[in-house]
């Protein structure tokens, strides 16, 4: 990969696939309430559904977190954030990214908009019973997907921190708690944490 890549972030989003892989890249953060860069480009521009991430690659722009995650993942094979395309572990990854992509990050993200008691309520046992599950999936294992971290598990620590944020509490889920302690503690993510200004 020659194309220069530039990504398009907010706080809390995935620039933790990027320094896992190790690959050189530029960022530039984007207040999705205005639709705005900081460098006052107009967002809509650069990604007309108006959401990060968007991956500049050269000239192109790569959208969807579960697209630009194995895009990352196959810049840097010797990383081994993917399995092999046609492995049944790649379609693992991919089944686990379309999970906690509908399952946990949007009903999650939905929480920060402040919605009706009742749907909060809702939502909030929605996601619950989706960390169960994931629990139970994570017992006996370290990570989700073969033996070793994957851009999937970076996905699921970033939207799994979101909770702190939303009020939604997950320390009744043993496996879940030791998975993200786990994440917490690779370098890459204290770096991604720092870049994004939620690490001092």
């Known amino acids: 990969m020659n194309a220069p890549l530039k990504l398009y972030f907010s706080p809390g989003a995935c620039s933790l696939a990027l320094l896992e892989a190790g690959l050189e890249f530029t960022t530039e953060k984007v207040d999705l309430a205005a639709k705005k860069t900081e460098a006052g480009t107009d967002f809509n ?5 108006g959401y990060v991430p968007a991956l500049a690659i050269g000239d192109d722009i790569l959208t ?5 995650m194995q895009f990352i993942a196959d810049q840097a094979p010797t990383k081994n954030l993917a399995a092999a395309a046609g492995s049944v572990d790649r379609y ?6 379309g999970f906690i992509n509908s399952e ?14 009742e749907l909060r309520n809702s939502t909030v ?7 169960a599950y994931i629990d139970g999936k994570l017992a006996g294992r370290d990570f989700l997907v ?5 851009v999937v ?7 799994l921190g979101w909770t702190k944020f939303v009020g939604v509490d997950i320390s009744a889920y043993p496996n879940v708690g030791a998975f993200l302690g786990r994440v917490a503690g ?9 870049a994004e200004g939620l690490l001092s």
Request: charged share 25%; hydrophobic share 45%; glycine share 8%.
């Open 45 to 49: 521009t650069i990604n007309p559904k």
């Open 64 to 68: 969807e977190v579960t697209a630009v």
């Open 92 to 97: 693992r990854l991919q089944e686990w990214l």
């Open 104 to 117: 946990v990050h949007k009903p999650l993200g939905g929480l920060f908009g402040k919605p009706s008691e």
């Open 125 to 131: 046992e929605r996601v619950l019973k989706r960390v």
């Open 146 to 150: 073969g033996d070793a971290f994957t």
């Open 153 to 159: 598990d970076g996905y699921l620590f970033t939207v």
């Open 186 to 194: 690779r370098a890459a993510v204290q770096a991604a944490l720092k």
